[in-house]
């Protein structure tokens, strides 16, 4: 701005002195000097700005399945779809993974070789370290075996522990400390503030995926790579078979994560949600300021985080959902027959016992 400024000023004064050549030609050196210092500049601000954007790009770009050539997978058949019974693609083309929809041994072979580490958070806030054993155990078994996992365990009782779970090689655990809190909602209402806050201070220099999963839960079968994408939520158990007008999506107009009757792709159940660090740090950035903008007016939506998690997948729609198999409950039957395998599921639990309160 300023050397733009000076040569602005030395054609005027150009143009003033034009009789006299020697002040003249020093003027006009003056002048091709200060041009060749701005388009220096230029070019040095182009170079940072490019080489800034080229950075940026390439941490985003999301590798190619590329497979090794001995590896013998079954032919796709274009007419023969894998699944009739359920749908396995969104109106948006996001894939819905079922079971029987992908070929483990492909989604391994090529996600194996990519040297991926995936931070895993979970909250263990007062009674609820009781179920990280259980949680622990069967995620070592079931949950990116083969893959590099840093757990992040949020708890207020770092002293509760389980001191005999034996984690496997590349799988890591730290401990994040938290308050007390004095109400289970002030632990969900929390939980998207201590993720985002999580992921800037240091998750974000050691991952490239993460997954911010329930604690009181238990893994029954496979959770691998397949569910890793950009933006991954899961559909609800209890909910996939109803209309959208029935969802429990927030309703009042007051709160920011409102949802009108007739809006809504699915009801996403927050136990299990994940994606690329960048688009999870996104979605926890705006769940957390709407969370802060319901409290500044008193309102506390009908399921804490979950009615703003829902409000967010709407407008900003997931680039892979996880059925059902990823998120069962427990306390629901098994007899569905749209549900060939349960992989991860809420565990039946005494709430009046484990909460705080009710
Ligand atoms: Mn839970």
Known sequence: MTSLRLVMVGRLLVVCNCC?????????GRE?????LVMAGGVVICWLVFSYCASVSLNQVHRQVVLNHRLQSKQAQLMEPVRTDVLTVTPWLAPIVWEGTFDPQVIDEAFMSQNLTIATTVFAVG???????????????????????????FTDRPGNMPDNVTLGVGRLLSIVRVPKFARWQEISLRRMELIQTAIKDHIHRGANYIFCLDVDMRFHSRVGPEALGRLVAAIHPWFYTYPRSQYPYERRTISTAYIPLDQGDFYYQANIFGGALEDVYRLTKTCREHLEVDKSVGVEAVWQEESHLNWYLLRNKPTKLLSPEYVWDDAKERDAKEIKLVRFSSVIKNKAEVRENL
């Open 20 to 28: 006299c050549n020697t002040a003249n030609e020093r003027m006009r």
């Open 32 to 36: 091709h000097f200060l041009l060749s």
């Open 127 to 153: 009674k609820y370290t009781r179920f990280l054993q259980d949680f622990l155990e069967s995620a070592e078994k079931h949950f990116m075996v083969g893959l590099d996992v840093h757990y992040y365990v």
